[in-house]
């Protein structure tokens, strides 16, 4: 087959690239690993295994020996580097066959991949080591693509990979992986002698080469091959699922409905542990969710382990009227409740059912992706990441789903094979490594005035310590700027008018769309003037109070609208200042306008309290350095009126607070984070960050 010309996969070999990397085989290998994984059609995020055998200078004995080098366990192909990967003696791990003592001793013989490592700044070896390591080829790739799924998982699938490929394809029935499957891939090759690939049923695809270059080309030649193979056949069918049962929603509607229910959403799927949202309504979800089909296809369950560990064995759908209307929360709840229940129901027996003595306890019994027909796709897991993840590893199910249906019949894994491998103890150790949760960890937390200043540090704090970020300023230059020095799944941006309600409406859509809802709203949005009485305009004293005290009103009351929706609690954080409480020449507006945001948060606190919603306050002072409304004509009148050069304020604030320290953004943000994550009994209260300015004291 010409490379460049393929239809279904990405061909993304770069020879200048590959050439710039010589003869370096761990190199081509790890770019091998990065192409693959970048296309989600040949395999999802941490999904399958790469790897390539080198001769190597054993530092023992002097003398060369093959060393095979391989994804580590918990690694993921597209983002593989060096600090990813194991390096195994490859003769030690072909000698464990010695020592095999069968089904029974699968879990022991992960231990002993340890006896086998060449390189000790080696990851700890994967589940896969062996089927890897049994296999004689220089470069190997294991792969769960899309279309070769659909052909594992067909009724019948050994005969169409035989119709497919004839006989230069392997087939090996479903088995866990483990040792053994590393020997039913060498006896699978011993009987099939020249063959380029096999494939696993219900689970992937092995491929190989002598070079980096001819197994990448390999893999996908195969690929390509499968995938034409179920084009013909959607083709010559005609229907896919069974045809449409009902047209999806215009794209508009759709989004308005999900952001409408997701909060809802959230809050039954956090009856046991808070989680973080993600929504979809691709072409893939939009077809499965509206066909004939999908009743029959969603309770079966996936077929891939890479598949169901992530998005456990099925989804929730849920049985909601596509035009119900979502702002009705008690009725739509009335709906919900029930269908939760019963999946956490149908949940708790699938697990006691199949569990073993040995068996790790049950895990969160709440749906990970569901689906709500005509809509779209709501997936929920501990981070955005793990969410995201989730929601695409199940389009992989879903086109493993209609590729299967259109060639022959899709067959999803036993029940009790699920089970096995969902609470395998290799997995449970595996999440038990996980890095411990951070304190702001499965929160949202929306920022106002977040384009620079305060706000971003904020934002930057809330971050550092586990949060999602919803970004959100008057000007979009700042905040794409802002945005850029977040990870990606950390942070998302709204352009946001404080003073305009439906602008306000539309920042939370967006928290609800990529989190889930919120959880924290920060309130920093502001600006300063300061002009004697005289001086100061009656637009200019409109403007200070549409930004502070009505903008905070309008963010408030929306906020409160999700936060009851979820029914999770939630925090509200006023940044107001020290000039609501002292009396200060030349500021009559804006000192007015931060008292009356100081007021409100006692206000909101009283009311909202019943709802653990707290609502709080943290006043700074003389924050100069870093400061966006020091930027401009604020900072010419506070000089004005204390008599002093602009460029001497930072100096004179520090000294007139008891502390003599300036103060910077940072220390707001600290602020904000202890009431947050540190104060959870706190709620009314103000804190103030001046340094220590006594006529500021609040009591």
């Not at 029935?173 to 090759?189: A, H, T, V």
């Not at 924290?520 to 005290?549: F, R």
């Amino acid at each position: 087959m010409p490379t460049k010309k393929f239809k279904h996969v990405d061909y993304l070999w770069d020879s200048e690239k590959a050439e710039s990397l010589g003869n370096d085989q761990q190199a081509l290998f790890l770019y091998r690993s990065n192409i693959l994984g970048s296309d989600l059609r040949i395999t999802n995020y941490g999904g399958g295994n790469t790897s390539c055998k080198t001769l190597e200078t054993d530092p023992l004995t002097n003398e060369e020996v093959e060393v095979m080098w391989i994804k580590g366990s918990g690694g993921d192909i597209g983002t593989l580097t060096k600090a990813g990967i194991a390096g195994l003696y490859t003769q030690r791990l072909r000698d464990l066959k010695k020592v095999y003592g069968g089904l029974g001793d699968e879990d022991r013989m992960v231990g002993l991949f340890n006896h086998c490592i060449f390189d000790l700044d080696s990851r700890a070896p994967s589940i896969d080591t062996p089927l890897h390591g049994l296999l004689p080829f220089k470069h190997i790739d294991h792969l769960h693509p899309d279309a070769l799924i659909a052909i594992a998982a067909a009724k019948d699938g050994e005969k169409i990979v035989k119709e497919i490929w004839g006989s230069t394809m392997g087939w090996v029935p479903w088995q866990r992986p483990g040792f053994d499957l590393g020997l039913q891939l060498e006896k699978c090759l011993e009987e099939n002698p020249g063959i380029r690939g096999i494939v696993l049923g219900s689970h992937g695809l092995f491929t190989w080469g002598d070079t980096s270059y001819e197994c990448y080309k390999n893999s996908l030649e195969v690929i390509e091959m499968a995938s034409d193979y179920i084009e013909t056949k959607i083709k010559e069918n005609g229907l896919v699922f069974g045809g449409q049962k009902l047209p999806p929603l215009p794209e508009e509607e759709r989004l308005k409905k999900a952001a409408q229910l997701m909060p809802l959403l959230r809050g039954l799927c956090s009856s046991e542990n808070r989680m973080i949202g993600h929504f979809t309504d691709n072409k893939t979800v939009l077809e499965f969710s509206t066909s004939h089909d999908l009743k029959r296809l969603a309770p079966m369950g996936t077929s891939c382990p890479d598949h169901f560990l992530r998005t456990k064995i099925q989804p929730l759908v849920l049985a909601l009227d596509i035009h119900c209307d979502i702002s009705k929360t008690d009725d739509v709840l009335k709906q919900l409740e029930p269908a939760f229940k019963d999946y956490r129901e149908e949940y708790k027996k699938y697990y006691y059912s199949c569990r073993q003595s040995h068996s790790p306890a049950m895990r969160d019994s709440n749906p990970v992706i569901i689906i709500y027909p005509g809509i779209g796709m709501f997936s929920f897991a501990k981070n955005k990441q793990t969410a995201r993840v989730a929601s695409e590893f199940y389009v992989n199910a879903i086109n493993v789903m209609r590729g299967a249906e259109a060639i022959s019949q899709y067959t999803a894994l036993p029940r009790q094979e699920a089970f096995n491998i969902e609470y395998w103890l290799l997995e449970e150790a595996k999440l038990q490594r996980m890095p411990k949760e951070k304190t702001l960890s499965r929160k949202v937390a929306l920022i106002t005035g977040a384009g620079g200043g305060i706000g971003k540090a904020i934002a930057d704090k809330l971050a550092k310590e586990g949060a999602n970020i919803v970004l959100t300023d008057i000007a979009e230059d700042r905040l794409k700027e802002a945005h850029k020095t977040f990870s990606k799944d950390v942070a998302t941006y709204a352009v946001c008018d404080v003073t305009n309600s439906i602008s306000v409406e539309n920042a939370y859509k967006k928290a609800c769309l990529e989190f889930g809802g919120i959880d924290i709203v920060v309130h920093s949005a502001g600006l300063a003037i300061s002009k004697p009485l005289e001086e100061t305009t009656e637009k200019e004293w409109e403007l200070l109070q549409n930004v502070l005290v009505q903008g905070q009103f309008e963010l408030a009351k929306q906020a409160v609208g999700i936060l009851r929706k979820q029914d999770l609690g939630g925090d509200f954080i006023s940044i107001a200042s020290k000039n609501g409480l002292v009396s200060g020449p030349n500021n009559v507006g804006y000192g007015t306008a931060k008292a009356a945001q100081q007021h409100m948060t006692r206000l909101l606190a009283a009311e909202l309290g019943a709802d653990a919603i707290r609502v709080n306050t943290v006043n700074p002072d003389g924050v100069i350095i870093g400061s966006k409304i020091w930027e401009g004509d604020w900072a010419k009148g506070r000089a004005k009126a204390y008599g002093i050069k602009v460029e001497e304020l930072p100096s004179f604030y520090a000294k007139r607070n008891l502390l003599n320290q300036i103060i910077y953004p940072s220390d707001i943000a600290n602020g904000v984070y202890a009431l947050v994550a540190l104060l959870d009994k706190s709620t009314g209260n103000t804190l103030n960050v001046d340094g220590g300015i006594p006529n500021a004291f609040v009591r």
